[in-house]
T-cell receptor
């Protein structure tokens, strides 16, 4: 079984609809992240959470919200989807390691199309 | 803020050596990472440099010069399966947030 899973894997929605992307992990990591990927722009951080009670905005949080329901679950919501939110969305996790490189482990991604 | 620059595309032949460069601007610096992403797949970690010098992992090596704000990923004995996108990422001053470059698409030809 995959360590980091995302649902759904593909989603088509209409402008103005509310949608939720879900991420679950079995790695036991405290830290979770949401990124979006657009062609030529790499990965951009939307939100991150260092533990259940800690939520922080990333580089491009406008139009998005998140919920950390448990250590293993981190959901991303688009309250009112718009076409320029069409992208590939990745969830990632990392383990807190003081002073040492923390490798990020990515889920398989959710491909979102907003019409 | 932080920004990273890397070439958008590189082409090389099987068996050759290729170097993918990355320059960065950042207010704080904790290290430079490299991730590989195959088409349709998720990014996976390749290497990390916190100090100047070369880190070698099999056919892949990564180099860092903090004074030049520069690093590179070196892939030797290229194989067709190395065709993928490669991203450099800087770990900034706060927590473990990574800022990614736009990625370099490597095409390996027979």
């Amino acid at each position: 079984d995959a360590d980091v899973t995302q649902t759904p894997r593909n989603r088509i929605t209409k402008t103005g609809k509310r949608i939720m992307l879900e991420c679950s992990q079995t790695k036991g990591h405290d830290r979770m992240y949401w990124y979006r990927q657009d062609p030529g722009l790499g990965l951009r951080l939307i939100y991150y959470s260092f533990d259940v009670k800690d939520i922080n905005k990333g580089e491009i949080s406008d139009g998005y919200s998140v919920s950390r329901q448990a250590q293993a679950k981190f959901s991303l919501s688009l309250e009112s989807a718009i076409p320029n939110q069409t992208a590939l969305y990745f969830c990632a996790t990392s383990e807190r390691l003081a002073g040492i490189q923390e490798t990020q482990y990515f889920g398989p991604g959710t491909r979102l199309l907003v019409l | 803020g932080q920004s990273l620059e890397q070439p958008s595309e590189v082409t090389a032949v099987e068996g050759a050596i290729v170097q993918i460069n990355c320059t960065y601007q950042t207010s704080g610096f904790y290290g430079l990472s490299w991730y590989q992403q195959h088409d349709g797949g998720a990014p996976t970690f390749l290497s990390y440099n916190a100090l100047d010098g070369l880190e070698e992992t099999g056919r892949f090596s990564s180099f860092l010069s903090r004074s030049d704000s520069y690093g590179y990923l070196l892939l030797q004995e290229l194989q067709m399966k190395d065709s993928a996108s490669y991203f450099c990422a800087v770990r900034g001053s706060a927590g473990n947030m990574l800022t990614f470059g736009g990625g370099t698409r490597l095409m390996v030809k027979p």
